[in-house]
Nanobody, 116 residues
């Protein structure tokens, strides 16, 4: 069984920063892609950032230049450094780990609220 545990969410003022973490545990040999998605009330889930095992990254357009994804393969952990936060970044942030092309696991999510 694979588990994802997210941490680091909270309430922050606009312009502030937060760092999210997601640790993956369980029967894992390796993790292909790790990343973050978010969903705000009444909106569709959207990509925040994804990172491959070899280091390739891609970001959603709305966070480019402000957010940075990183990962520690030895710890099976992915991070999301969020700077210059805006009220529109308010959402539940979900971690995702793709073990391979068919096995994908999601975390329960962590709330990020940015006040104006």
């Amino acid at each position: 069984q694979v588990q994802l545990v997210e941490s680091g969410g909270g309430l922050v003022q606009a312009g502030g920063s937060l760092r999210l973490s997601c640790a993956v545990s369980g029967s894992i040999y390796s993790i292909d892609t790790m990343g973050w998605y978010r969903q705000a009330p009444g909106k569709k889930r959207e990509l925040v950032a994804r990172m491959g095992r070899s280091g390739g990254k891609n970001y959603g357009d709305s966070v480019k230049g402000r957010f940075t994804i990183s990962r520690d393969n030895a710890k099976n952990t992915v991070y999301l450094q969020m700077n210059s936060l805006k009220p529109e970044d308010t959402a539940v942030y979900h971690c995702v780990a793709d073990l391979d092309v068919v096995r994908s696991y999601w975390g329960q999510g962590t709330q990020v609220t940015v006040s104006s």
